[in-house]
DNA sequence: CAAATATACATTGACAGGCGAGGTATTGTT
DNA sequence: AACAATACCTCGCCTGTCAATGTATATTTG
């Protein structure tokens, strides 16, 4: 995990929001998605992930609900809501400003804008 | 400003520095650059970019001196060191991959990665 | 059967960066 | 005299991250 987690600060919750769109999920899920999909070369600490759960939850992003799970550790498992899908497209079109943003103050001047 | 601050958090002191590859300069002249190089969209807070330039110089990355006006209010110049080039590279670097990584979590699953 | 490992959730307290609010000083404009 | 622009600086709060710690269940290993 060599990344700085003062660049993915801020993304928590639209990185989770991202993996629920399709499916309702749960933390421990999540974050093994998360470490598949970059190769672990991420992950998120779990406090990082039940703090920015209860933040969307609080935030009418998500809702929360305990699986019925016959065997096993209890699972809860969250749900995106619609104000969820609405805010994580504001959040992606915000990355998206933000991303050709830094790269317009960190090129180093003189740059070929050619991407 | 409409960009969220915690998504350029971490960012503040490559920006400082990107500014500095070529001249030197203070902090007035930098945070006017910032604002022109993006249209207005984004300035560092006086408080965000002095505090940057104590932890820079403290790190070693820049240097400072009081420029030699005749007229108006004092400047405090800063210039960088080998020390930060090499911190400003390693920097660039480290957005490049957490620039690849965010794509890929935010990505909507079964999207493209066409890029 | 005991110990270790994996699954799964949750809280506490500390830390670091960003920033609002306030301050100082000089120069030019109205 | 009042105001705006230039230019610097600090204090204290806020917020997101995270190490450490705790709970509980199930499976694997010796």
Redesign the pocket.
């Known amino acids: 995990?060599s990344i700085?987690?003062?660049l993915?600060?801020?993304?928590?919750?639209t990185i989770i929001l991202a993996n629920l769109l399709h499916r309702d999920s749960?933390?421990?899920?999540?974050?093994?998605a998360i470490q598949q999909k970059t190769s672990g070369q991420y992950e998120?600490?779990?406090?990082?992930?039940?703090?920015?759960?209860?933040?969307l939850e609080e935030g009418g992003c998500i809702t929360?609900y305990w699986?019925d799970?016959?065997?096993?550790?209890?699972?809860?498992?969250?749900a995106i809501t619609i104000h969820g899908r609405l805010a994580f497209a504001k959040m992606r079109a915000e990355w998206d400003t933000a991303k050709e943003l830094i790269d317009t103050l960190i090129a180093e001047e003189g740059e070929s804008s050619a991407d």
């Open positions: 995990m700085a987690s003062d993915i600060r801020g993304h928590t919750e749960y933390g421990y899920q999540i974050n093994k998120l600490k779990e406090a990082t992930l039940y703090t920015a759960f209860r933040r929360s699986g799970e016959s065997s096993g550790a209890r699972r809860r498992y969250y």
